[in-house]
């Protein structure tokens, strides 16, 4: 079965470190979606791509967050400067066009920031 | 806007138990529905969907119909085993375009022996 790739799958690092996440599409999917989860707030949308083109990033942190497409195949969030709030758990799911398509989840990306 | 409400958790039931887990939906249009499962150290995993209304959608022994009189899509399964314990979270998609998906707040199901 085709899945979602994400690295590492845990990550652990100092407050102010830049953190990247990195994830691989399944082939063929064109929507690329960022999650975070946590425990406080459950599972939280930070952003989503669709044909590598960002369509919302409304739930991100402007500030320190950024997402980018280089290429068909990764998909990158990054974090800088990282906070001790931003340890949780993250996830890239991709899927194809059409509401009656579901996504596919990475298993995520670990993250806790000391 | 669009949302999906679940029922208060968590569930603690017995092996070979009964399980429903309620879930309702507020959209605009017509949602195609979705039931994703996420076990210990997991991302989530589809379980099961519906795209029209008097769909069941059904997977592993677990069913659920879109009920769109009711804007209601339970999660049913006769018989749970120790392994379904896990994170389960109902979803809805309206956005035909990105697949985007609105997720309720999951419920965690443990199930003993």
């Known amino acids: 079965d085709a899945r979602v790739t994400q690295t590492p799958r845990h990550k652990v690092t100092e407050m102010g470190q830049e953190v990247t996440m990195r994830c691989q599409p399944i082939?063929?999917?064109?929507?690329v979606f960022w999650y975070r989860q946590t425990m406080m707030q459950g599972l939280e949308l930070l952003a989503y791509f669709r044909n590598r083109a960002p369509l919302d990033d409304s739930g991100m942190p402007k500030d320190r967050f950024s997402a980018e497409m280089p290429d068909a195949t990764l998909a990158t969030l990054k974090i800088q400067p990282s906070e001790p709030r931003d340890s949780a758990v993250y996830f890239c799911?991709?899927?194809?066009?059409?509401?009656?398509?579901?996504?596919?989840f990475g298993d995520g990306t670990r993250l806790s920031i000391l | 806007g669009d949302s999906v409400t679940q029922m208060e958790g968590p569930v603690t039931l017995s092996e070979e138990a009964f399980l429903t887990i309620n879930c309702t939906y507020t959209a605009t249009g017509y949602p195609s529905l979705f039931w994703y499962v996420q076990y210990p150290g997991e991302g989530l995993q589809l379980l099961l969907k519906?795209?029209?209304?008097?769909d069941k959608g059904s997977n592993k022994g677990f069913e659920a119909t879109y009920r769109k009189e009711t804007t209601s899509f339970h999660l049913e399964k006769g018989s749970v085993q120790v392994s379904d314990s896990a994170v389960y979270f109902c979803a809805l998609s309206e956005d035909g375009a990105n697949s985007k998906l609105t997720f309720g707040k999951g419920i965690t199901l443990s199930v003993r022996p």
């Open positions: 799911a991709s899927g194809s066009e059409g509401r009656a398509k579901a996504q596919h």
């Open positions: 082939l063929g999917h064109n929507t």
């Open positions: 519906a795209t029209k209304a008097d």
